[in-house]
């Protein structure tokens, strides 16, 4: 008798309806607990990261739809273009230091080497906030120099959020060394969090005081927000690393330190330089209305890429730490699951974000519908990336980082090489093509790369059949 009833459903025992839904969940249920429970916080911080990279993707995309609506098409495209300069500044001046304190911070803390552990604390931080400082000065010499060549509403508004730099590059080592701490709330919260909030507050008060809401505008707000953000992240983070470690000589091993840290500079300057490429040469041949649409559509698509980057940063000392204690087994075994953390949520999200990009992009004000072409193109470089997962990580974190920043500095050719032929002949989609394109390549050479030199195999579809033929 077939039970298709109401009354037929409640005569189903409920120990069988139990064990149906037990062995449907099992999986996702296994890989959840596994997160939470993870003896050694790595899943814990993962599941922290991640849920601040979400509520920071929420905001940022709230905060991009604001100044949008606020300043208009044409003055968000060029502050867009001004601040997507800082982000790739501020990282270069950083000279790798927002990534190697994953590598030192837990060798120090394991054997105990305080005096070195000090120095490359303080070290690490002042060298960022001296180079920033003197990209600063002659960015905005260049810009004055060269007004006769730029574009001139160009000219202001990046000259002024140059005044950011120092302490955004501060900001992006006090992240780094924060995550390797394990401390969530001071390594995501700042950059994700707090700056586009202030950002947000302070052009929304200069609005309320009868400033126009411009680029120009949108840049001082900027400045205000970076440097009052980093200056309160530096306060707690010497509050809680004094918790932690004896006031003591200070050891500096400078030289060693950037031996190591501008690979991985290499690495992160290259990965951000093919993320923001795009926008950038947009700007050569469009208008700042045009750049808006392409700009907005790339943030529309951010709400997918932070999976990524959330796995990313939580999991790079974690690669470290297997890495220190020899341990080959857990170091493949988590690599596996990051991959699978990075890609299933990216390809569901994928999904269900381009359903909703007419809505979304329709907030951004009339005109940005126009960016849907380019989601879509780009969501396949998205998933080309989540495929293999924070595979660049792992490379770094087992000295491999100077083949990794070659094949970011080759995939960053392909990207302006394709850019410079897509952009003329197609437009913005041509544009989301390069760097698409771009990406795929990279994905390949990453995980090749790790398949010869680590034994590991980062691609999921692999990972899967592996799984599934044990």
């Not at 809680?240 to 400078?254: D, F, H, K, S, V």
């Not at 040469?281 to 208008?287: A, C």
């Not at 990051?338 to 909703?356: E, M, N, Q």
Request: charged share 10%.
């Amino acid at each position: 008798m077939r039970l298709t009833d109401h009354q037929g459903l409640q005569r189903l025992p409920n120990s069988g309806t139990r064990k149906l839904a037990s062995k449907a969940f099992h999986p996702l249920k296994t890989l959840i607990m596994g997160v939470v429970n993870s003896p050694d916080s790595a899943g814990r911080m993962a599941v922290t990261t991640f849920a601040v990279r979400v509520g920071g993707a929420a905001l940022a995309y709230i905060s991009q739809i604001l100044l949008a609506r606020w300043m208009g098409a044409h003055e968000y495209g060029i502050f867009s273009v001004a601040w997507t300069w800082i982000i790739i500044l501020g990282l270069l001046a950083c000279i790798g230091f927002s990534s190697s304190p994953a590598k030192y911070i837990p060798q120090y803390k394991k054997t105990g080497d305080f005096s070195r552990l000090r120095g490359f604390l303080y070290t690490s931080r002042l060298a960022a906030f001296l180079i920033a400082s003197i990209i600063a000065v002659s960015g905005i010499f260049i810009l004055f120099s060269l007004r006769g060549y730029i574009p001139t509403h160009y000219v202001l508004p990046m000259a002024m959020v140059l005044f950011c730099l120092p302490l955004f590059s501060v900001g992006g080592v006090q992240d780094g060394i924060a995550r390797s701490y394990d401390w969530p709330s001071l390594s995501v919260l700042p950059t994700y969090i707090w700056r586009p909030l202030g950002i947000l507050v302070i052009l929304f008060a200069l609005m309320t005081f009868g400033e126009p809401a411009t680029a120009v505008t949108a840049a001082g707000a900027a400045v205000a927000a970076t440097w009052g953000v980093a200056l309160y992240q530096m306060v707690r983070l010497n509050t809680r690393i004094a918790q932690t470690l004896p006031p003591g000589p200070r050891t500096n091993e400078l030289p060693l330190w950037l031996a190591v840290s501008l690979p991985m500079l290499m690495v992160e300057g290259f990965l951000q330089l093919i993320t923001s490429a795009d926008v950038i040469m947009v700007s050569f041949w469009h208008s700042p209305e045009e750049t808006a649409v392409y700009f907005a559509a790339s943030k529309t698509l951010a709400l997918i890429h932070f999976v990524y980057f959330a796995v990313r940063s939580a999991s790079a000392h974690r690669f470290a730490g297997f890495v220190e204690t020899n341990d080959q087994a857990g170091l493949r075994s988590y690599v596996q699951k990051s991959s699978l953390w990075t890609f299933g949520p990216s390809l569901l999200g994928g999904v269900i974000l381009l359903a909703l990009a007419p809505f979304l992009l329709s907030l951004f004000g009339s005109g940005f519908s126009a960016g849907y072409p380019v989601i879509a193109i780009l969501m396949l470089g998205v998933l080309a990336r989540a495929s293999i997962g924070p595979v660049d990580a792992l490379l770094m974190m087992t000295g491999h980082q100077r083949s990794c920043a070659a094949i970011y500095a080759a995939t960053f050719a392909v990207n302006v090489v394709l850019n410079v032929i897509f952009i003329p002949a197609f437009g913005l989609a041509g544009a989301a093509a390069a760097t698409s394109l771009a990406i795929c390549f990279e994905a390949v050479c990453l995980a090749t790369l790790a398949r010869h030199r680590l034994s590991v195999t980062t691609f999921v579809p692999l990972i899967l059949l592996q799984r599934r033929g044990a």
